[in-house]
């Protein structure tokens, strides 16, 4: 069985709405993408490439099977709504795989399609934490 790495940044959070369907996987811990994207809120959270003006986006990593990951693309709509993409991101010091400040170049994440996006105009989420990375909340 393969397990691919997923980082999640919205309503697959824990204790948010559908991180039910996450039940099984592995928790990694909380990480940002080192990649900087710009964040659309439709009564959840869209994250989409930035040219200029993104910022790093917080989340949670998880190791899920072959069929929680065919569980999250039908959520997300993968090739309509969203696009998995690979990603690095990064844990934050002490809190990575090794104790330290990881890198990882192989994580999934699930980005906004602009072909389905751009016809909606969703409204712009700007919401910081504390270390200037997008952070959602419902």
């Known amino acids: 069985m ?9 309503t697959l959070k824990k204790g948010i709405q559908n991180h039910h369907l996450l039940a099984g996987a592995e928790y990694v811990g909380e990480a940002y993408t080192i990649e900087c994207f710009k964040m659309f809120n439709v009564g959840f959270p869209i994250i ?42 990064a844990f934050p010091p002490g809190q990575g795989i090794s104790g330290g400040q990881d890198v990882i170049d192989h994580a999934s994440l699930y980005v906004g399609n602009p072909k389905y996006w751009d016809q909606c105009k969703p409204a712009v989420y700007d919401k910081l934490n504390s270390y200037g990375e997008l952070e959602w909340h419902p």
């Open 2 to 10: 393969t397990s691919t790495r997923v980082f999640v940044y919205g």
């Open 48 to 89: 989409r490439e930035a040219e200029e003006g993104g910022h790093a986006v917080f989340g949670e990593v998880y190791d899920v099977d072959d069929q929680t990951l065919s569980r999250l693309d039908k959520l997300e709509n993968e090739g309509v709504m969203y696009d998995r993409k690979v990603a690095q991101i």
